[in-house]
């Protein structure tokens, strides 16, 4: 009899804790501004399925996220997966969310529901979270902390942060009318939102991204070295000017020991882009650190704009105009960026170090520039950039007729349009492949099986490349290969066999355009003897009626 009473018991408790809602503000970034959105969680008896709502729609993304919020819940509180649980986003938009970084509130929100204990309301938490209940990183901080600050919450729950995402949040708090608090777990998080605990967490250096250390060396051709050296030097010159109280409170030292580490790993290993792209991020991040006290703004501005228009282009040649195509590049996106800048508000002075950190972009971009034209190569016959206006005019044909999806291809595509109607058809071409490669491949690699994906990422790795572009984009490839990112380098990998098809387009084109300068030559040589020979038969005939005269 005892034993059934206690059956009993576990049963009733089991349905109680079937029973219940909650609801909680979730930060979300909808356009480029900041926004809460009331997410309300339903328990019912059932058979363990969770339902979402229509409107607005929920992506696949966030749905993955609250599958594993949930099978954690259920396993930390020791209750069966025998719930039905429902979720409504409480909005007048009609739009789509979507992003992990709900997975940390999601979790705490059925943990109200279990517990019967109600999620603080002076208090918002955002982070993505893994089965283990790790709180990971996500986009959008800024945006996000500052609605909860204009919302007049108290505190501010974050994953660790990056550098630039903790001091923006540092400005963002510098009132004290808002703390901000990073977690590491879920369970951290539950002690402050739901047991109402204060809680100490010893403070660490900024988020570094993790690199696999034990990763194989990039066994292609490196060509990019001394570009990923330099780079790295400019960094090293920008964290010599933080300040010092800053660089300490914020345990610097072990951050930047760590980041340069990494980048130097990666040289050494033969990935350089990818050693040189982390430095050229570093970089803007850390210039922007150094200036956090003054963040002079129009000052950048004009250094950089005065940079790019007395910024001298080489003469272009048959061996540099891949070179040159990479500066026309870099200066073009250099110019949207600044003309960016200008256009932002920066009345706040978190705002105003948002937009120092573009403007920073614009000045990485204008020194990589630089650094191309220093290693350019002197050699080569002198060609005519002009003779790939029609290649230039094709590929920018094909690039608008891709299905552009996103803000990124959009100013791919823009600069592409810039840099044609300027004549700087090398760099509008690169830019052009860029959108068409990396539209079209994104389709493709969405349809496709892992297998089909794996044989495709090894004919792509055994491709043999002549141009120096192709060279540069698949060794990055090939390094987010070793990362596991393979959708991301199937793209890039596609991207460099573009750039190495094209390369032979203009050189073919380049050399055309001397064919066609000989053929005019010799048949200006031909006129021009001809010319001379009927001015020789009119002397000869004068000299001769001269001589009869006389």
Same mark, same amino acid.
């Given at each position: 009899?005892?034993?059934?009473?206690?059956?009993?018991?576990?049963?009733?408790?089991?349905?109680?804790?079937?029973?219940?809602?909650?609801?909680?503000?979730?930060?979300?970034?909808?356009?480029?501004?900041?926004?809460?959105?009331?997410?309300?969680?339903?328990?019912?008896?059932? !058979?363990?399925?969770?339902?979402?709502?229509?409107?607005?729609?929920?992506?696949?993304?966030?749905?993955?996220?609250?599958?594993?919020?949930?099978?954690?819940?259920?396993?930390?509180?020791?209750?069966?997966?025998?719930?039905?649980?429902?979720?409504?986003?409480?909005?007048?938009?009609?739009? =789509?969310?979507?992003?992990?970084?709900?997975?940390?509130?999601?979790?705490?929100?059925?943990?109200?529901?279990?517990?019967?204990?109600?999620?603080?309301?002076?208090?918002?938490?955002?982070?993505? %979270?893994?089965?283990?209940?790790?709180?990971?990183?996500?986009?959008?901080?800024?945006?996000?902390?500052?609605?909860?600050?204009?919302?007049?919450?108290?505190?501010?729950?974050?994953?660790?942060?990056?550098?630039?995402?903790?001091?923006?949040?540092?400005?963002?708090?510098?009132?004290?009318?808002?703390?901000?608090?990073?977690?590491?777990?879920?369970?951290?998080? +539950?002690?402050?939102?739901?047991? +109402?605990?204060?809680?100490?967490?010893?403070?660490?250096?900024?988020?570094?991204?993790?690199?696999?250390?034990?990763?194989?060396?990039?066994?292609?051709?490196?060509?990019?070295?001394?570009?990923?050296?330099?780079?790295?030097?400019?960094?090293?010159?920008?964290?010599?000017?933080?300040?010092?109280?800053?660089?300490?409170?914020?345990?610097?030292?072990?951050?930047?020991?760590?980041?340069?580490?990494?980048?130097?790993?990666?040289?050494?290993?033969?990935?350089?882009?990818?050693?040189?792209?982390?430095?050229?991020?570093?970089?803007?991040?850390?210039?922007?650190?150094?200036?956090?006290?003054?963040?002079?703004?129009?000052?950048?501005?004009?250094?950089?704009?005065?940079?790019?228009?007395?910024?001298? %282009?080489?003469?272009?040649?048959?061996?540099?105009?891949? @070179?040159?195509? #990479?500066?026309?590049? +870099?200066?073009?996106?250099?110019?949207?960026?600044?003309?960016?800048?200008?256009? %932002?508000?920066?009345?706040?002075?978190?705002?105003?170090?948002?937009?120092?950190?573009?403007?920073?972009?614009?000045?990485? @971009?204008?020194?990589?520039?630089?650094?191309?034209?220093?290693?350019?190569?002197?050699?080569?016959?002198?060609?005519?950039?002009?003779?790939?206006?029609?290649? !230039?005019?094709?590929?920018?044909?094909?690039?608008?007729?891709?299905?552009?999806?996103?803000?990124?291809?959009?100013?791919?595509?823009?600069?592409?349009?810039?840099?044609?109607?300027?004549?700087?058809?090398? #760099?509008?071409?690169?830019?052009?492949?860029?959108?068409?490669?990396?539209?079209?491949?994104?389709?493709?690699?969405?349809?496709?099986?892992?297998?089909?994906?794996?044989?495709?990422?090894?004919?792509?790795?055994?491709?043999?490349?002549?141009?120096?572009?192709?060279?540069?984009?698949? !060794? =990055?490839?090939?390094?987010?290969?070793?990362?596991?990112?393979?959708?991301?380098?199937?793209?890039?990998?596609?991207?460099?066999?573009?750039?190495?098809?094209?390369?032979?387009?203009?050189?073919?084109?380049?050399?055309?355009?001397?064919?066609?300068?000989?053929?005019?030559?010799?048949?200006?040589?031909?006129?021009? #003897?001809?010319?001379?020979?009927?001015?020789?038969?009119?002397?000869?005939?004068?000299?001769? +009626?001269?001589?009869?005269?006389?």
């Amino acid at each position: 009899m005892r034993r059934l009473v206690i059956f009993l018991m576990v049963v009733a408790n089991l349905f109680a804790a079937c029973n219940g809602t909650a609801s909680h503000y979730l930060p979300a970034i909808v356009g480029d501004q900041g926004k809460l959105i009331n997410i309300s969680m339903e328990f019912k008896n059932g !058979s363990g399925d969770v339902f979402v709502s229509i409107y607005p729609e929920i992506g696949l993304s966030t749905q993955e996220s609250v599958k594993t919020a949930l099978a954690y819940t259920f396993e930390y509180e020791g209750v069966n997966e025998g719930c039905d649980v429902f979720i409504k986003a409480h909005t007048e938009d009609r739009g =789509h969310l979507d992003g992990p970084s709900g997975g940390a509130a999601f979790a705490i929100m059925s943990m109200s529901v279990l517990e019967e204990k109600p999620v603080r309301e002076d208090a918002m938490i955002t982070g993505s %979270m893994d089965e283990n209940g790790y709180i990971g990183a996500v986009g959008g901080l800024y945006e996000k902390a500052k609605i909860a600050k204009e919302s007049g919450l108290d505190y501010f729950i974050t994953p660790r942060q990056s550098l630039y995402d903790r001091v923006m949040l540092r400005m963002v708090s510098e009132d004290k009318e808002m703390v901000v608090i990073e977690v590491e777990n879920i369970s951290q998080a +539950r002690e402050f939102l739901l047991e +109402r605990n204060e809680i100490e967490i010893e403070k660490s250096s900024p988020l570094v991204e993790e690199i696999n250390t034990d990763l194989e060396a990039y066994e292609g051709e490196r060509v990019f070295g001394n570009v990923t050296r330099k780079t790295m030097e400019l960094l090293e010159g920008q964290i010599e000017e933080i300040d010092q109280e800053l660089y300490e409170e914020e345990m610097l030292g072990e951050y930047y020991s760590k980041l340069i580490g990494n980048q130097q790993m990666l040289l050494d290993k033969g990935y350089e882009f990818s050693a040189a792209n982390s430095a050229f991020l570093a970089y803007a991040e850390a210039g922007t650190v150094a200036n956090y006290n003054s963040l002079d703004l129009p000052d950048l501005e004009t250094d950089v704009e005065q940079c790019i228009e007395n910024f001298r %282009m080489q003469k272009i040649t048959e061996d540099n105009f891949e @070179w040159v195509g #990479g500066e026309e590049l +870099r200066l073009g996106w250099a110019k949207m960026k600044i003309d960016d800048v200008k256009e %932002m508000n920066s009345s706040l002075r978190e705002d105003r170090f948002y937009a120092f950190y573009e403007g920073k972009y614009a000045e990485a @971009w204008f020194m990589i520039a630089n650094m191309l034209l220093a290693d350019s190569p002197e050699t080569g016959k002198e060609v005519d950039e002009n003779s790939l206006k029609g290649i !230039s005019e094709q590929y920018l044909s094909l690039a608008r007729g891709s299905s552009i999806s996103n803000v990124d291809m959009l100013r791919h595509l823009k600069n592409a349009e810039n840099l044609h109607s300027e004549g700087k058809y090398v #760099g509008a071409i690169i830019d052009s492949v860029y959108v068409i490669r990396m539209t079209n491949s994104s389709e493709n690699v969405a349809e496709m099986d892992d297998w089909i994906l794996d044989l495709e990422l090894e004919e792509f790795k055994n491709t043999q490349r002549d141009s120096f572009w192709s060279n540069v984009y698949a !060794s =990055h490839a090939s390094f987010l290969v070793e990362e596991g990112n393979k959708e991301e380098a199937y793209r890039l990998y596609s991207f460099a066999q573009g750039l190495e098809e094209a390369h032979d387009e203009m050189l073919g084109a380049f050399e055309i355009k001397e064919e066609n300068e000989t053929k005019e030559d010799c048949l200006m040589c031909g006129v021009v #003897g001809a010319v001379l020979a009927v001015i020789l038969i009119f002397a000869t005939l004068l000299s001769i +009626r001269l001589i009869f005269w006389r």
